[in-house]
């Protein structure tokens, strides 16, 4: 099983980014799918996950309202939009499974990870 996170870069505060994880050896639509991040010096933490049952999603506090997560299964894609950008949301950007029933939120509770991309957003 091999997760890919993709679309990071340089963005101005205010700006919009897409980033995308894709899979091989696994189908997103049999497992919840997360994005979490982690800025140089910090924890990683959960930003959203998507759910495998329905599309249900969650959100992190700090993101709601300029964040979304979807999911293609035709494309076996998750992607996570990121609106209104923040200095404070630079980080590297993670992707992650996991096969449970309902949502996880910590980085212990995910089974498989992508190598992240980064994402720098400048004051």
């Known amino acids: 099983v091999q997760l890919q996170a993709s679309g990071g870069g340089l963005v101005q505060t205010g700006g919009s980014l897409r980033l995308s994880c894709g899979a091989s050896?696994?189908?997103?639509?049999?497992?919840?799918i997360a994005w979490f991040r982690q800025a140089p010096g910090k924890e990683r933490d959960f930003v959203a996950a998507?759910?495998?049952?329905?599309?249900?999603?969650a959100y992190a506090d700090f993101v709601k309202g300029r964040f979304a997560i979807s999911r293609d299964n035709a494309k076996n894609t998750v992607d996570l939009q990121m609106d209104t950008l923040k200095p404070e949301d630079t980080a590297v950007y993670y992707c992650?499974?996991?096969?449970?029933?309902?949502?996880?939120?910590?980085?212990?509770?995910?089974?498989?990870w992508g190598q992240g991309t980064l994402v720098t957003v400048s004051s």
């Open positions: 992650a499974a996991d096969g449970a029933t309902g949502f996880r939120f910590t980085r212990t509770q995910y089974e498989y």
């Open positions: 050896g696994l189908s997103f639509s049999q497992y919840n």
């Open positions: 998507i759910r495998r049952s329905d599309g249900g999603t």
